[in-house]
Structures are given as C-alpha cells and as structure tokens.
C-alpha cells in the first residue's frame, strides 16, 4: 500500500525516512539539514563531508530517463514515458513517482547537491549582477528557508496529442501521448518569490528566465541551447515553488533533481526541472520554448502564432488500460479523474454509449484546486460487443469539454472529449 500523502503523519513519516536515506548516502554535505527540523539534524550530521568547488557538473546517465520503465506502468516515446491510466486504479490523490510521466527533450542529468548552485542574474535585480558574477544558493540554503507544499499537477501542453490525429484526422508533430502526460504530486520547497527577493528583485522586473542543466536540445540539426522557458514576474510570485520534494522524497533525478520550478496549472514546460540558473529581467524575455513552441500555429492563427500558452484546459479519463475487456453480464465500477488549470471541477459526467446518453458521476475524496478529481460510475453492459466509453468534465470557471476542438499544428491542448474503446465479452 502507498502511504496516503494527504495525511498528515503519514506524510511526515515518509519525509523523515527519506532524508535520512539521502544523508546516510552522503548525498547532503555535512551542515545540511540545519533548516530540515531537529528531526533530521542527527542523520544529516554524519553525511559525507563538504567539497569546496561550486561549479555545478552534470554527469549522464546511460539512457535518457533513469528510473525503471516497466511496461505495466508506462508507454515509452522515444526520451519520454508516459503513464498508463491503468496503473493508476487504487492509488490515491497523488500519482506514485514509479509511475509519475517523464518528459524529456534530451535525457536526464546526475547532479551532485554538493556542490550545485541555482544562480540568479540580470538587470531585474538591484545593482543587474552579470550572468558570471550571479547571486547563488546552495541546496543547503534552500531547506534553510521557510518552506511550503503544495499539491499539483504538471501536465505536458502535448497531452492528448495523439487524438487530434485518431479522432479528428488531423496531422500534428510532436510526441503521439494517449492522456498519460500528467501527474499529481505533493511538491515541497520555497516559494520563488522568497528567493527572487532575497536575490534583490526590483520593482522593474517583468520577466525571468530558468534554464535547465540538462544537455543543450538539437531540434532538426538546430542547435537551441538549453531548456528555457521565461516566465511573467507576476505568474513567479503568485504561487511558483522552488520544489526540493516529491510526494515527500527529495526530486528523484527524472524530475529535476536536485531542484525544479512547479508553475501550478500552467502548461508543463514552464516547470523547468534541474534548475541552474534564473535570468531576471526589465524587459521581455524570449526564447524558443515562447516563440517556435508552445504557441498555436497553423491557419487559424496569426503567423507568428498565437499568444504564448499559459493555462492548461479540461480534460477526464479512465482508469482502464486502452481496448481493455470487460466480461458482459457484471457490474463495473468504471473510475476516472478530471483536472483543469483553471482550478477544481464541478461535474464530470460519463457516456457507455459512444455520447448517445450521459450520466453524472460520482466524485470522492479531496480535490485541491490546483489537481484532480477522482470520479466513478457504475456500469453494467447490456451486451457484448464494442462500445466507446466517454467522461467530460466542467470546470469552475464553466469551462467544458466539448467534441471536438481546433487543430493547431503542434497538437497542444487537446480538451475534447476523449473516445475510449472496450470490448465486452
Ligand atoms: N530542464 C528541463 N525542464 C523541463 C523539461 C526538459 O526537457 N528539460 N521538460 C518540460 C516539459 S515539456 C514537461 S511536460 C515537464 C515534465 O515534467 P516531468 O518529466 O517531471 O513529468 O518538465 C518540463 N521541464
Ligand atoms: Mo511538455
């Protein structure tokens, strides 16, 4: 059984076992933990003594994504993996992280805490330190101050991509994810906007900057340097986390260890993960991942595309593997979860005859604003046969899952609803 991480004791239990682990394998230097409470100072203490250097290295790990892969859990796309909704019956409010989505544009570095440094620069703070003289961190600087967790999802801008070319035949270019590209986590850190201003923001800022130290991307032979998405200074403030946890463990190395941004509700790739540095700016930022990505293209949009996206939508799904069987003449009780970037659902309802008729599901168990909801209905087939099983949600905004939606050539927000196969038999 996974430990219920919306449970307070059971949630500080896992924390304290997983920091000692992480000290007794020398993965802290020897002053951390200062800031992690009295009950990690005895641990952390015997941690392996500290190096002086501060430059940050990454070392590569054999594959693109280093956690395991098991088939039952995951499907694989190239340098990204994403969930099977199967694997998620049973489990509670937050996806496990043996089975929590990577999405990789290269493949994960192995970053030593001791001796990384998040470096912040730029003429947004006061007196515009130069990117080689930044204001820097220590990972020990980070559990010193004052931190927060949040539950939330992150969510590829790509998920559902797949069903714009299967449900709507269109063409679209990028990863083909089913719905598995999002996951809930308990992430715990410091608020950005703690360290933005220790680091001197000014009343000037309007943009910032993180960048990834993972290997600089090659799109098409195209060198874009590394993963950096900038980000509005109001958004940074608002409810961004430096994230040093994950469902109470420290980052495991496919989710940005040892620290990574969690921009809640908004599209995925503004969670840069293994964070080194953060521009901050008094004038607009851009960079690939704002201008050439994550914009709608195509021929109902302005050329250059449409405004840089922000919010993610609404979208359900099933708790059932893709054409799963289901024996005719029984009850099921089919589950599902629902989400919006524009904060808790309202309704989810669920159709067993391809839309003809609907019903309102049953939700249950907490739903924190910036995550899911878990959902049931119970079903029993007339006959057997092929039938397509459809759930659309709406938000509290009124936001709603409609048919179809319109193509735009990267395939991002697909919110329609989603036609799932099973066979009766
Ligand atoms: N440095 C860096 N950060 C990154 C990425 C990346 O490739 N490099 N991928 C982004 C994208 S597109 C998504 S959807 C999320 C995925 O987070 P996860 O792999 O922890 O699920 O991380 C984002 N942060
Ligand atoms: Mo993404």
Known sequence: MEPDLTDEAAYEQVRAEQ??????????????????????MGAASAAAPATASTTTTAAAADGPIVKPLPPELFITHGTNAETRWEA??????????????VRNHVSTPLIDARTWRL????????????????????????????AETITAFIECTGNGRGFFTSQQGQQVSGTPWKLGAVGVARWRGVPLST???????????????????????IDKGENLGRVRRPLPVAKALKDVLLA?????????????????????????????????????????????????????????????????????????AFELPWDATL?????????????????RIRTVEVSTDGGATWHRARTHG????RAWVRWEHTWRPPATGRYELLARAVDETGARQPATVPHNTLGYLFGAVVRHPVTVT
């Open 19 to 40: 920091w000692q682990r992480m000290s007794r394998r020398g993965m802290l230097r020897a002053t951390a933990g200062a800031g992690l409470g009295a009950a990690f």
């Open 88 to 101: 998620l019956k049973g489990a509670g409010l937050h996806t496990p992280v043996d089975r929590f989505f």
């Open 119 to 146: 470096k912040l620069w730029g003429s947004g703070l006061r007196g515009s330190p130069a990117e080689d003289a930044p204001v820097e961190f220590s990972y020990e600087d980070l559990l010193g101050l004052r």
């Open 195 to 217: 360290v933005l201003e220790r680091a001197g923001l000014t009343r000037r800022a309007v943009d910032i900057l993180p960048r990834g130290l993972d290997p600089e991307y």
């Open 244 to 316: 040093y946890e994950m469902n109470g463990e420290p980052l495991a190395p496919d989710h940005g260890f040892p620290v990574r941004l969690v921009v809640p509700s908004w599209v995925g790739i503004a969670s840069v993960k293994w964070l080194g540095d953060i521009q901050v700016s008094d004038q607009p930022l851009f960079s690939p991942w704002n201008t050439r990505f994550y914009r709608f293209f195509g021929p109902d949009h302005p050329a250059e595309g449409s405004a840089p996206l922000t919010r993610m939508n609404v979208k359900s």
């Open 327 to 343: 024996a005719a003449g029984r009850r099921h009780v089919l589950t599902g979860r629902s989400w919006s970037g524009n904060g």
């Open 366 to 369: 907490p739903h924190p604003s």
